[in-house]
């Protein structure tokens, strides 16, 4: 097992760098550049951001000279080729000196740990309720397949399945936030205004409350793949030939269920746990957030390919991307640790 996790560990190296270096050339194709933009809102054609050097810059009726473009084609470092700007991103990042924003005027670490409050919220507790519900939600249908019970929870998940996520939110929003029925849930941010000023029990009741609406919105187009995900991957079991050993050696349904299908069906949907747990942290919605006014890190991935914002684009982009593949690796991981049967010789051999 060693020898493949060293072998995997080394072939993120090339896939990190494959598509770091194939987004950084689709950047250098893309109209309305930082310094395009720069130019446009110093000449006064676009609104939005803080002009800097804007004094020094613009002349007037005249608009921008050669000279002073080329001024501000330095500053923003696309005087070098782009060979030497990919090779000096790559060497920071290594270290991950991320660099500063465009738009922001931060740096892009600062700003990504002021967003991910409210991705970890929405992508923690999403995931927390879609596993905790889905699981024993998908093992009753399973035992209860073609019941009424499974019926109707079928068509209700189905149906929340084929609703989108911003719709639910604006009909959440208009019967529980104010809207034309009940004033029942907040619908801006995390916390309130006064949460500063509250007792430890309030302000987790505060924050516990403002989370409500969205996390519904998130959660429920999730637990429909969720639920029959697990459904399926039990009755697969269920209608194996070793369970019908089982019951005809007298054993009861709850020990034939826990002692002998629950640790094989459990397989398929414990192995994507590492994955889906570590992502969750950094997960982002930008309808969602919109909706209810939560600045997090959909939003501002949204804002940044928008306003041309690259080191937030490309150090984003080169954290998560390492996060991505860390978290596959480990949901490869756990198919050994879940099914001691599996092991990793025979891709090791080849």
Known sequence: MASYILRRLLLMIPTLF??????FVITQFVPGGPVERMIAQIEGRTGGGEVRAAHTLYQGNKGLDQERIAQLTALYGFDRPPLERFLVMMKNYLVFDFGESYYHHRTVVDLVISKLPVSMSLGLWSFLIVYLTCIPLGIKKAMQDGSRFDVFTSSVILVGYAIPGFVLAIVLIVLFGGGSFWNLFPLRGLVSDNWAQMGLAAKVLDYLWHMVLPIISI??????????LTKNSFLEEIRKQYVLTARAKGLSENRILYRHIF?????????????????AFFTGSLLIETIF???????????SIMNRDYPVV????????????????????????VDPRITFESVESK
């Open 293 to 303: 006014s939560l600045d997090g890190m959909g939003l501002l991935a949204y804002d």
């Open 314 to 337: 490309m150090g984003t982009l080169y954290f998560f991307t390492i996060i991505g593949l860390i978290s596959r690796l480990l949901s490869d991981l756990s198919y050994v640790m």
């Open 263 to 279: 640790r094989n069906a459990i397989i398929p949907i414990i192995t994507g746990f590492p994955g889906s747990f570590i992502t």
């Open 219 to 228: 959660a429920v187009g999730s637990l429909a793949v969720m639920t029959l």
């Open 18 to 23: 494959g598509i770091m270096l194939t987004t």
